[in-house]
């Protein structure tokens, strides 16, 4: 039976996801604490991963019940924690002396600070999907889901899966995870975050043409190909009615269409 299996969260906007066991939807349709914080320079410009190669070299390490981070530099092991709150000015510094520009953090628990800002509602993958990525490219399971980023992964349905829940008018198809009631968007377009290792931050220059002929090559039966005018695109960004507020994901819940 189809069931949500993994839900992550990313706390502070382009930097490292945590997996929980459950959580629920702020008033604005974020999972919460997701995009909590976005990174922005003096000049109130967001600071993330499509601006800058460098933020793929931080750690961070989240408590979420005890509001704590802990960041460090791939490949060190010098380690510094801070509450999200309380040690707000250290963590801006620490920021700032990493980037060698001043940071300043932005604090949203109302919807966060998500790239797409119609549909701001969790982004959904298929674990076979990203299994599929993965092979293509010779990538681990791992890998994969920290090149797309995708917020609830679904498990005991086939590769692509969420390439069928949109139709050709852009009407938005309503499916339940659990007792949230979602409603589909669109196949979400790729930047060039994918493309880049995502540790280091090395980036692969061939990566979005062979992902895109990969693409191509295996959309599913049902996908509209109306809505692909290119084929670098993947996860499905949704969009959250204000009645699904506070309503919780869990582990396990089980998967329905509600066409």
């Known amino acids: ?26 008033t604005g349709g974020a999972l919460a604490h997701d995009r909590e914080f976005a990174m922005v320079d003096e000049a109130g410009k967001v600071v993330n991963a499509k601006r800058t190669s460098k933020i793929h070299q931080i ?17 060190s092991n010098a380690m510094q924690s801070f509450h999200l709150d309380g040690d707000r000015p250290a963590l801006e510094d620490w920021l700032t002396d990493y980037f060698g520009y001043a940071i ?18 969790p982004t959904v993958i298929s674990t076979a999907t990203l299994e599929t990525v993965a092979a293509w490219f010779g990538h681990s399971l791992e890998e994969a889901r920290r090149r797309f980023r995708a917020n609830l992964e679904i498990s005991h349905v086939p590769a692509f899966w969420e390439d069928q829940l949109f139709d050709a008018f ?10 949230l009631l979602l409603l589909s968007s ?24 062979k992902f895109s002929a990969h693409r191509e090559a295996t959309l599913p039966d049902g996908a509209p190909l109306s809505r692909f005018n290119h084929f670098y695109k993947l996860t499905l960004n949704t969009k959250v009615a204000l009645t699904e507020a506070g309503k919780i994901l869990r582990l396990g819940d089980r998967v329905s269409d509600e066409r």
């Open 59 to 75: 750690r961070s390490a989240f408590d979420l019940d005890a509001r704590m981070i802990t960041l460090w530099i791939e490949g």
């Open 1 to 26: 039976m189809p069931h949500l299996a993994k839900i992550l969260v990313y706390p502070i906007k382009s930097l490292d996801g945590v997996e929980v066991p459950q959580t629920h939807l702020w």
């Open 104 to 121: 300043a953090l932005q604090q949203n628990c109302h919807s966060g600070f998500p790239d797409d800002t119609d549909a701001s509602g």
């Open 186 to 209: 669109h196949p979400c377009q790729r930047c060039v975050v994918p493309t880049r290792n995502p540790w280091t931050g090395d980036r692969s220059t061939d990566f979005q043409s």
């Open 170 to 179: 852009g009407s938005g198809i309503p499916f339940k995870i659990g007792d």
